[in-house]
T-cell receptor, first 112, second 114 residues
Framework: DTGVSQDPRHKITKRGQNVTFRCDPISEHNRLYWYRQTLGQGPEFLTYFQNEAQLEKSRLLSDRFSAERPKGSFSTLEIQRTEQGDSAMYLC??????????FGPGTRLTVT | AQSVTQLDSQVPVFEEAPVELRCNYSSSVSVYLFWYVQYPNQGLQLLLKYLSGSTLVKGINGFEAEFNKSQTSFHLRKPSVHISDTAEYFCAVSRSQYGNKLVFGAGTILRVKS
């Protein structure tokens, strides 16, 4: 069990550019979650997959955000036309039909 | 809708002293409650969880929490803290029919001083 991994750990981009983050969950976990955490706040739910199906999306997830989990394993989160307000830590978590979510180290996005 | 309030943004405490981090939640239905810890530049680690049963829950690193349904609280306690407990602590709530997504409080920074 190598835990949840996220790549990259840090990303600096210019406003208007597109960015993509990857999350590799714990191998047997069928549920995968994305959260966003801004400075001084707790994580906020973005979206959730069960296997390859995206079952819920938060209203925080604007049209510029898209997430996929094509084969029910790793997931990607893409942000198009980034804005300064997108600067945050993006956290991925996975679980196995239980209430315990295991979190990755996060990807810190800075939009300049 | 669910919400979580962590009543203290920062809690300073001396090493070996007891500590309580407060958490209140609002929900019209049964919930599941969690405490997570976040060390600098790291992800979240689960400290403990309340799903059902005994209202006193014991977790890792000597932490425990008590679920109080009438007061809608889930306060985290440790009888004697260490310097290594310095971190940010998050209380969270979920409801099973929403895919177990977590709703977090704003966090409490615990600063342990020597």
């Amino acid at each position: 069990d190598t835990g949840v991994s996220q790549d990259p750990r840090h990303k600096i981009t210019k406003r208007g550019q597109n960015v993509t983050f990857r999350c590799d969950p714990i191998s047997e976990h069928n549920r995968l979650y994305w959260y966003r955490q801004t400075l001084g706040q707790g994580p906020e739910f973005l979206t959730y997959f069960q296997n390859e199906a995206q079952l819920e999306k938060s209203r925080l997830l604007s049209d510029r955000f898209s997430a996929e989990r094509p084969k029910g394993s790793f997931s990607t989160l893409e942000i198009q036309r980034t804005e300064q307000g997108d600067s945050a830590m993006y956290l991925c978590a996975s679980s196995l039909q239980t209430y315990e979510q295991y979190f990755g180290p996060g990807t810190r996005l800075t939009v300049t | 809708a669910q919400s979580v309030t962590q009543l203290d943004s920062q809690v300073p405490v001396f090493e070996e002293a007891p500590v309580e981090l407060r958490c209140n939640y609002s929900s019209s239905v049964s919930v599941y409650l969690f405490w997570y810890v976040q060390y600098p530049n790291q992800g979240l680690q689960l400290l403990l969880k309340y799903l059902s049963g005994s209202t006193l829950v014991k977790g890792i690193n000597g932490f425990e929490a008590e679920f109080n349904k009438s007061q809608t609280s889930f306060h985290l306690r440790k009888p004697s803290v260490h310097i290594s407990d310095t971190a940010e602590y998050f209380c969270a709530v979920s409801r099973s029919q929403y895919g177990n997504k977590l709703v977090f409080g704003a966090g409490t920074i615990l600063r342990v001083k020597s």
